[in-house]
C-alpha cells in the first residue's frame, strides 16, 4: 500500500489568489490523480499528474485554472489559481502502484474561499 | 464513458435494520469495483474492494458486497446496522489495470438511534 499525505490539510483564501496543495507519496507510485469534492457532491477527477509531462486534464478542467507538476515519482502539486467562493471544495490527491488495481487517497485538503 | 449509478440518495434507517445500497456501472469490460465511506467531517475510507475471484465479498465494520456481472450490479449490505454507521457511502469503479476511479454521487445513510 501506500501512503498519501497532503498539506495542508485546510485553509481559508480570499478571492482572487491562489494556494498551492501538496501531495507526498510514501513510496514510487505509477500514477497520481487530483480529484475534487465539492460542498455535498461526490468525487469529481480534475486531471492524472504525469511525470515529467503534461498533465492529463478532465472535461471541464483547464491548465489555466488547476495547474499541476509533477517533477517526480513520488510528489505532485494542484494550484488553484483566481480563487472564487465556487472553489471551495474538499480536493484529494491519489495514487497508484504498478500491478495493483486499488487507488489509494489521502486525507484531503479542506478548501474554503471568501 | 464509464458511468456510476447509485440509486438511493438519502436513506433512512433504524438502528438494527437490514441495509442494502445499490450500485450500478456502465461498462462492458473487465473492472474493479469499491466501496468507500465517508464520515461526518472525515476523510474517504475504503469499505471494500472487488477485483476478480469469489462475487461475495466482505469488508470492514461487517459490511459486505456482491459482484453480479450479469446485472452490472455491487450492490452493498450490511445485516444490521447501527447508529455510528450514520455516513455517505460512494460506489466506484476503475477499469482493470488502471487506477483512475470514477465515483457514484453517494447515498447518504441515516441511522437513527
Known amino acids: 500500500s501506500a501512503v498519501i499525505s497532503q498539506k495542508p490539510s485546510r485553509d481559508i483564501c480570499q478571492r482572487g489568489t491562489s494556494l498551492t496543495i501538496q501531495c507526498q507519496v510514501d513510496s514510487q507510485v505509477t500514477m497520481m490523480f487530483w480529484y475534487r469534492q465539492q460542498p455535498g457532491q461526490s468525487l469529481t477527477l480534475i486531471a492524472t499528474?504525469?511525470?515529467?509531462?503534461?498533465?492529463?486534464?478532465e472535461s471541464g478542467f483547464v491548465i489555466d485554472k488547476f495547474p499541476i507538476s509533477r517533477p517526480n515519482l513520488t510528489f505532485s502539486t494542484l494550484t488553484v489559481s483566481n480563487m472564487s467562493p465556487e472553489d471551495s471544495s474538499i480536493y484529494l490527491c491519489s495514487a497508484g502502484v504498478q500491478g495493483v488495481p486499488e487507488a489509494f487517497f489521502g486525507q484531503g485538503t479542506r478548501l474554503t474561499v471568501v | 464513458a464509464q458511468s456510476v449509478s447509485q440509486h438511493n440518495h438519502h436513506v433512512i434507517l433504524s438502528e438494527a435494520a437490514s441495509l442494502e445500497l445499490g450500485c450500478n456501472y456502465s461498462?462492458?469490460?473487465?473492472?474493479?469495483l469499491f466501496w468507500y465511506v465517508q464520515y461526518p467531517g472525515q476523510h474517504l475510507q475504503l469499505l471494500l474492494k472487488y477485483f476478480s475471484g469469489d462475487p461475495l465479498v466482505k469488508g470492514i465494520k461487517g459490511f459486505e458486497a456482491e459482484f453480479i456481472k450479469s446485472k452490472f450490479s455491487f450492490n452493498l449490505r450490511k445485516p444490521s446496522v447501527q447508529w455510528s454507521d450514520t455516513a455517505e457511502y460512494f460506489c466506484a469503479v476503475s477499469l482493470w489495470g488502471y487506477q483512475k476511479v470514477t465515483f457514484g454521487t453517494g447515498t447518504k445513510l441515516q441511522v437513527i438511534p
Open positions: 499528474a504525469n511525470q515529467g509531462s503534461e498533465a492529463t486534464y
Open positions: 461498462y462492458g469490460g473487465t473492472v474493479n
